[in-house]
């Protein structure tokens, strides 16, 4: 058979087209070669990955040992208070290690232990511990922790008493009454009652005695609401004034009784106070919740000259033994309380004019009164209070004024009956009753301030001036925080 002239061409281009020899052998050299690199590529891969995953469980086992470090210190600060050297007599850093229920190691915890002592009184201790994971001590976590008792600056509020929060307030942080709540404003946190249910006269807007919950009202949100709850025992929380006098005699600033209405105190962005004994008044009336209408000389007409006094850093307490009003720029921690520990009638704090701080953090002060924290008539329209307040037998707040009646106040003054905006930066603590805006019986806006907001001080919180009541006997971590560097 015969093979047509097209396909012995093709055959004949085929035979001249195929490849040259060895070809085979270089497609599966470069094919070898792409599979090897992708299996390094990817056995690399594995291996970094696994690398990783060893060193982020070596990293969190250094949190854990480091965890040990601080609970260590905890127990060791709750059987020897005021040791902060590891019951070794000498500076630190102290090392210890974990044991492995397993035998061996977890790991290896070093402790840094500085206390804050104010007027030679130990107040809190900062723990710095430092772990490392016996697997791979190349990865070492620094945890910060503050041990302290909790103080009343964790709350907005703590009330001794009814109390009725206005639809105008706006409120950050935990508000407690160990009465009942009518809490008509809006807030951010837990507003507790220590009781399940109270009488709501008109006092609280109630058009009759009503039996209510321990929190009511149209604010919210509601699901925030806690009663009962364990009320705060106001006797526990109480200030010691003659001690905290005490340690301004011997440390800090003392100021004795001024024979005259007492001292306006004005703080100094520098760290220091000008105090002028206040030897002339104007007589107003005022009416409050606790004592009806009464008199009250909170208006300075006259002072003598400024003495200037520095606040020691190492004791910054100042306590003075008179009436006093209150205003400035405080820079540092300081404590300041107003009281009679002598005998005789209570001494009040009058804030007159805003109380702030210098610097944007760091600073923090908390103001005391024997008796009541009272806000002056003539009280700036905008005023801002940064601070823990504490009114230890009275009430805080500001007093119901009027321009007409019997009871008005003078002409002069009348102007300041209705005052616009009150910001408040801390906590309030008060026996009585607390209240800065006052309204009639339709609900109208008759004195006061018309709008409030409250927000309490997280780093008041964590850290407040010293000798700052506490809430509880028992020390906690009131901070805790990674001082790793990210990098």
């Known amino acids: 058979m015969k093979l047509s002239s097209e396909i012995r061409l093709f055959l004949k281009a085929a035979r001249h087209s195929r490849p040259p020899r060895g070809y085979f052998v270089v497609l599966v050299l470069v094919f070898s070669a792409v599979f090897l690199t992708l299996v390094v590529t990817l056995a690399g891969y594995v291996f970094e990955q696994k690398k990783l995953q060893l060193a982020e469980e070596n990293r969190q086992k250094a949190v854990n040992v480091a965890e040990a470090g601080l609970e260590y210190y905890r127990w060791h600060l709750a059987h020897f208070p005021n040791d902060l050297?590891?019951?070794?007599?000498?500076?630190?850093?102290?090392?210890?290690?974990?044991?492995?229920?397993e035998g061996g190691a977890l790991g290896t915890f070093s402790l840094s232990v500085n206390g804050d002592t104010y007027c030679g009184a130990l107040t809190d201790v900062t723990i710095t511990s430092t772990g490392t994971s016996a697997a791979d001590p190349t990865f070492p976590r620094t945890l910060l922790a503050k041990y302290a008792r909790p103080s009343v600056g964790d709350y907005s509020y703590i009330v001794n008493s009814n109390v009725w929060a206005g639809a105008d307030r706006v409120i950050s942080g935990p508000y407690l009454s160990n009465g009942g709540v009518r809490m008509d404003g809006t807030h951010n946190s837990t507003v507790s009652s220590g009781v399940s249910t109270w009488l709501c006269t008109s006092d609280f807007g109630c058009s009759s005695n009503q039996t209510k919950p321990g929190v009511f009202g149209a604010g919210g949100p509601q699901s925030l609401w806690q009663y009962p709850v364990a009320p705060v025992d106001f006797g526990a929380i109480s200030v010691d004034l003659s001690a905290l006098k005490g340690y301004a005699q011997s440390s800090g600033v003392y100021l004795p009784p001024s024979n005259k209405y007492g001292y306006k105190i004005v703080f100094n962005a520098d760290g220091s106070f000008d105090s002028y004994v206040v030897t002339g008044t104007q007589t107003i009336w005022g009416y409050s919740s606790q004592n009806g209408w009464k008199q009250e000389n909170s208006i300075i007409t006259k002072t003598d000259s400024a003495v200037h006094h520095a606040i020691p850093p190492g004791c910054p307490v100042v306590f003075v033994e008179d009436n006093t009003w209150v205003s400035g720029v405080v820079s540092g921690k300081v404590t300041f309380a107003s009281a009679n520990v002598s005998g005789g009638a209570d001494r009040n704090v009058f804030l007159n004019g805003n109380l702030t701080y210098a610097h944007a953090s760091g600073d923090g002060v908390t103001v005391i009164g024997q008796g009541t924290v009272l806000i002056s008539l003539d009280?700036?329209?905008?005023?801002?209070?940064?601070?823990?307040?504490?009114?230890?037998?009275?009430?805080?707040?500001?007093?119901?004024?009027?321009?007409?009646?019997?009871?008005?106040?003078?002409?002069?003054?009348?102007?300041?009956?209705?005052?616009?905006?009150?910001?408040?930066?801390?906590?309030?603590?008060?026996?009585?009753?607390?209240?800065?805006?006052?309204?009639?019986?339709?609900?109208?806006?008759?004195?006061?301030?018309?709008?409030?907001?409250?927000?309490?001080?997280?780093?008041l919180a964590a850290a407040p001036p010293p000798f700052t009541p506490e809430t509880s006997d028992d020390y906690q971590f009131t901070l805790w925080q990674d001082e790793t560097s990210p990098f």
């Open 85 to 101: 050297e590891d019951g070794t007599g000498g500076a630190g850093p102290y090392a210890h290690t974990v044991a492995d229920a």
């Open 379 to 459: 009280s700036p329209d905008t005023m801002a209070l940064h601070g823990i307040f504490i009114a230890q037998d009275g009430w805080y707040g500001r007093n119901y004024y009027t321009s007409s009646g019997s009871y008005r106040v003078p002409q002069s003054l009348s102007s300041y009956v209705l005052r616009s905006t009150l910001d408040t930066y801390g906590s309030v603590i008060s026996n009585g009753r607390t209240g800065t805006k006052w309204t009639d019986g339709n609900g109208n806006f008759i004195s006061g301030y018309s709008q409030r907001n409250d927000s309490y001080d997280r780093a």
